[in-house]
T-cell receptor, first 116, second 114 residues
Framework: AQSVTQLGSHVSVSEGALVLLRCNYSSSVPPYLFWYVQYPNQGLQLLLKYTTGATLVKGINGFEAEFKKSETSFHLTKPSAHMSDAAEYFC??????????????FGKGTLLTVNP | NAGVMQNPRHLVRRRGQEARLRCSPMKGHSHVYWYRQLPEEGLKFMVYLQKENIIDESGMPKERFSAEFPKEGPSILRIQQVVRGDSAAYFCASLEAVAKNIQYFGAGTRLSVL
């Protein structure tokens, strides 16, 4: 069984400030972890993913995330927020095992607001 | 390469009617997942299909909901006798192969039940 907890349903930052969106997961098998972004009335776009290997993962639009197994975390960061980053962000997990069918378990999402 | 196509984008139904949601996966993708997004909730898995086969339907309500992915044509999510609680955004995602493990999402169908 897997679950995802995103701390903070709403995060507000100033333009140019650090963005930190938190994600903790639980998984009974080694996880694959993802961050998706959703703009209003649109589908989900993949920002980045962790499967195996390097624990610091770089994604699109200047975002990155670090997989910390000991903390069961996969927090998303961006050094400097831009107005165009305003959107809803979803963390998701799936199982990394031969028996997994790779269905995603999502967190409830974090709405990021960027203030001028 | 066109992305995942879902139609219609918006669908309005009255209680008791049927809703049919269509999803055409990316070219070359033979795995399809359906997710439902209720207001102020994350996406919840509904069903996973490969061509002509339902692999995992553990997230589907036991009644009124069905899904198919025929050999030819799009995947269809069907909701019979819709109720107000079915109002949600329904997203389809496709996967080329499990080894690639990246799901690409369509723009969704927003179902409103009056």
């Amino acid at each position: 069984a897997q679950s995802v907890t995103q701390l903070g349903s709403h995060v507000s930052v100033s333009e140019g400030a650090l963005v930190l969106l938190r994600c903790n997961y639980s998984s009974s098998v080694p996880p694959y972890l993802f961050w998706y972004v959703q703009y209003p009335n649109q589908g989900l776009q993949l920002l980045l993913k962790y499967t195996t290997g390097a624990t610091l993962v770089k994604g699109i639009n200047g975002f990155e995330a670090e997989f910390k197994k000991s903390e069961t975390s996969f927090h998303l960061t961006k050094p400097s927020a831009h107005m165009s980053d305003a959107a809803e962000y979803f963390c998701a997990v799936t199982g990394n095992s031969g028996g997994s069918n790779y269905k995603l378990t999502f967190g409830k999402g974090t709405l990021l607001t960027v203030n001028p | 390469n066109a992305g995942v196509m879902q139609n219609p984008r918006h669908l309005v139904r009255r209680r008791g009617q049927e809703a049919r949601l269509r999803c055409s996966p990316m070219k070359g993708h033979s795995h399809v997942y359906w997710y439902r997004q209720l207001p102020e909730e994350g996406l919840k898995f509904m069903v996973y299909l490969q061509k002509e086969n339902i692999i995992d339907e553990s997230g589907m309500p036991k009644e009124r909901f069905s899904a198919e992915f025929p050999k030819e044509g799009p995947s269809i999510l069907r909701i019979q006798q819709v109720v107000r609680g079915d109002s949600a955004a329904y997203f389809c995602a496709s996967l080329e192969a499990v080894a690639k493990n990246i799901q690409y999402f369509g723009a969704g169908t927003r179902l409103s039940v009056l």
